[in-house]
Nanobody
Framework: AVQLGDSGGGSVQAGGSLKLSCEYS?????????LAWFRQAPGKEREGVAT???????????YYADSVKGRFSVSQDNVEDRVYLHMDRLKPEDSGMYYC??????????????????????WGQGTQVTVSS
């Protein structure tokens, strides 16, 4: 089964940066998989932040929610089975528990529909991000 391990959260001041990591295993193939980042603040629904379609070479396909576009970016570790969420110019409203998610059955890894939590079967344990003003 697919397993995900997310880490890298912490506390920063507004305007700061953090880098989250999602280590994955259990896919049939090491690349060609759709992973996503979600976040959830207390009392709010889980919100899709970004997706990435892992590849062996070339430009990494990614997709971002409007709320993070231009501030967040996703990269792939080309040696280890790991993707990263780089978060810059953080705002207090970016605070929440961040989760890595994946599902081998997803064929469309971009567009607003790809940020629906219902599409993902496998989830990491979450890592807390707190941004203070």
């Amino acid at each position: 089964a697919v397993q995900l391990g997310d880490s890298g959260g912490g506390s920063v001041q507004a305007g700061g940066s953090l880098k989250l990591s999602c280590e994955y295993s259990g896919f049939q193939y090491k690349r060609g998989n759709c992973l996503a980042w979600f976040r959830q603040a207390p009392g709010k629904e889980r919100e899709g932040v970004a997706t990435v379609y892992t590849i062996y070479e070339g430009t990494l396909p990614t997709y971002y929610a409007d709320s993070v576009k231009g501030r967040f970016s996703v990269s792939q570790d080309n040696v280890e089975d790991r993707v990263y969420l780089h978060m810059d110019r953080l705002k207090p409203e970016d605070s929440g528990m961040y989760y890595c998610a994946a599902d081998p059955g997803i064929t469309t890894c971009s567009g607003s529909a790809s940020l629906s939590a219902q599409k993902y079967k496998y989830w990491g344990q979450g890592t807390q991000v707190t941004v203070s003003s």
